[in-house]
């Protein structure tokens, strides 16, 4: 085993150059095999983001291989794990994660390890930059000996560089090389610059790694799915009244009038006047599909997803609307999150006899309902 590990790289790499000079791509496309594995998934997201304890064994309790077992039961092919850069730098908790990984992993479930960070700034900041390049040469190694059929290294959640596409393509580019160099199996997961979004997605060109696959995150409208979060003081519980689809504009505006905080009711007849509804809905997702024609790759829904406070109607209808359109253009998504109020929001960490939402399960077109733990 240790003898092929050794020499896998070497042999894809005399493949890859003969590849090169026959005029092919260097690195094969994403395996079929895969492609299911990264069909339908769940990010867990306070595991290795924002752990209340770093303790490794409190760490290694966060969730039961009951609760993961589940997780696959109910129809989920695969995790995304959100993992903060800082904790790489410890032993003990990198050990931890690995050893995370192969748990989620032996129950079936495909893994994608996103570094997530809280305060770089990459685009201003060379010392961010550095980080991100050291943080991928610990964690990359350590992802070494799980299996590259069911774990998929992604190397930044939600990139900003705003106006400045091309910058954030060259790091990723370099932060790609090393982490290739080191898991040369592995099926890499890249992102756009502008939050990750579908309009960074679009500004994005495909790299010669064709082993790769482009992650988008998807929140619109936020004045829905947020509650407009993005703006402070606004009245939240008036926004969480708001309709999904908003094809009547009377009804909606009707919900607006009777609120009475006005930046808020203008907030809300903004987003009547949008007459978001399903049809628009896939419409937007549909031009990531688009991009992954063209380009000839493929594309995730690396996230989405909508607050618990909105009224469950909307919030159900939202769901099931983003999760339709994206298998609609064969593109595979992850809800956020098992662990959050944007999707399942169970308890940190989970708690014993909790049961994932019904509702939630329906919309997402799975089995349930399912103990969560």
């Not at 992650?215 to 969480?240: I, K, N, Q």
Request: glycine content about 6%; hydrophobic content about 50%; charged content about 20%.
């Amino acid at each position: 085993m240790i003898l092929r590990r050794l020499l896998l790289p070497l042999v894809l790499a005399l493949a890859c150059q003969a590849a090169a000079s026959a005029g092919q791509p260097p690195w094969p496309a994403v395996p079929p095999e895969r492609l299911a594995v990264l069909r339908r998934g769940v990010n867990i997201t306070n595991w290795f983001r924002f752990p209340a304890s770093r303790d490794p064994a409190l760490l290694r309790a966060y969730i039961d291989d009951t609760a993961i077992a589940n997780l696959r039961r109910v129809g989920f092919s695969f995790v995304r794990l959100p993992v903060q850069p800082d904790m790489l730098t410890d032993r003990p908790m990198l050990a931890t994660l690995r050893e995370s990984v192969g748990r989620l992993e032996r129950q079936g479930l495909g893994v994608v390890v996103a570094l997530h960070p809280a305060s770089w700034r990459l685009e201003t900041s060379e010392a961010d930059r550095a980080s991100l390049v050291a943080s991928w040469r610990l964690l990359a190694p350590a992802l070494r000996p799980l299996d590259p059929r069911l774990t998929f290294p992604e190397l930044l959640n939600e990139p900003v560089f705003p106006g400045a596409a091309g910058a954030w393509s060259s790091l990723q580019h370099r932060v790609l090389s090393d982490v290739r160099a080191a898991l040369p199996a592995n099926t890499i997961v890249l992102t756009g610059n502008d939050w990750g979004s579908i309009d960074g997605l679009q500004a994005m060109v495909a790299e010669p790694d064709a082993n790769v696959v482009y992650s988008f995150h998807f929140y619109d409208p936020p004045e829905l799915t947020a509650l407009a979060a993005y703006r402070p003081g606004v009245d939240a519980a008036a926004l969480a009244r708001l309709p999904f689809p908003a094809d009547d504009m009377g009804a909606c505006q009707a919900v607006a009038d009777s609120t009475p905080d006005q930046p808020t009711a203008g907030l809300m007849r903004f987003y009547c006047a949008q007459r978001w509804n399903t049809a628009k809905l896939a419409a937007r997702i549909a031009t990531a599909g688009e991009w992954a024609r063209r380009n000839r790759r493929v594309v995730l829904a690396g996230e989405f997803g909508a607050s618990q406070r909105l009224t469950a109607s909307a919030r159900l209808a939202w769901l099931a609307t983003v999760r339709a359109a994206c298998e609609q253009d064969g593109i595979g998504w992850a809800l956020w999150g098992y662990d959050d109020i944007m999707g399942f929001a169970m308890p940190r960490p989970p708690r014993d006899r909790i049961d994932l939402d019904a509702g939630i399960l329906r919309a997402l077109a799975l089995a349930g309902p399912v103990s969560g733990k």
